[in-house]
């Protein structure tokens, strides 16, 4: 499996685009806002013959989804996220105006994903961890066989997520990276939703806001 990584809008958040031979792909975080983004992520596309399967989020911040309706459109494809993040996607145009962008109402989705799914694309799988803390319903997606794991905002090189936003709960965003994330391999990739990639050891053994903890 490949992924592919774009920094897009002022909050520099990171999309993935997760994709193997079969052509078909998951896109995560579509957070492309500027019209220029969205070509950038959409040629990428084209130029690898892709075909996107899923569109899911990490969570629904506004700075994650700002491209959300350009992909349901442009790919015919509704979201995957977890139930508790629908508030944030049902007011995301007033909560855009707070930060100075004027927001596409997101296509809302139909389904909703939990811990413990399975999420299948191309010959991959994605297991959605459910892993609250930085804001109500967030996710991460593991897959297990290429070592890797795309957490938006709980986990950072060195750091974790804010937990001073609506939601945010500090108390069970550390539980949820103990019980969810610090169990995975350290051979892990974490690929997070701002910033560097880093590792699961690396985190375990440097990350200040773990160290003692874990």
Known sequence: MHIRQFSFNPFQVNTYILYDDTGECAIIDASCYEKHEKKQLADFIEEKQLKPVLQLFTHCHIDHMLGSRFVSKTYKLKPLTHKDSLPFLENSKEYGKAFGFDVEKPVLPEVF??????????????????TPGHAAGSLCYYHESGNLVVVGDVLFQGSIGRTDLPTGDH????????????????????????????????????????????
Do not use: C
């Open 113 to 130: 994903i939990d811990d413990g799914d399975i999420l299948m694309f191309g010959k991959q799988e994605l297991k959605v961890l459910h």
């Open 171 to 214: 108390d069970l965003l550390i539980k949820s990276i103990l019980q969810k994330l610090m169990v995975l391999p350290g051979n892990t990739t974490v690929y997070s939703g701002h910033g560097p990639s880093t590792l699961i050891a690396d985190e375990r053994t440097a990350n200040p806001y773990l160290t003692g903890i874990y």
